[in-house]
């Protein structure tokens, strides 16, 4: 299962670790990924998704899952999100 955001597409960086020899070795910085279960007004239904804490942070700031995914841009998202998000438009046009 990849370390991904399923919303924003955050995913793993490499930098390095620095001993106090300023001896430096590989590592990798992992998101801060949570699963959770988000309710889409819309369509009535919940959905559980992997997300990052920065992204949970984002959709209650802009008002729930339905808003973030209506101004989310569709190359960040992965395909079970993408698939949410036409879902909605669906609704919300019928």
Known sequence: MSRRCELTG???MVGNNVSHANNKTKR???PN???VTLMSDALGRSFKLKISAAALRT???RGGLDAFLAKAKDADLS???LQIKKD???AATA
Request: no cysteine.
């Open 10 to 12: 955050k995913g793993p």
């Open 59 to 61: 959709i209650d700031h």
């Open 79 to 81: 395909p079970n999100a």
């Open 28 to 30: 990798r910085f992992l």
């Open 33 to 35: 990924l949570n699963t």
């Open 88 to 90: 909605i438009a669906k």
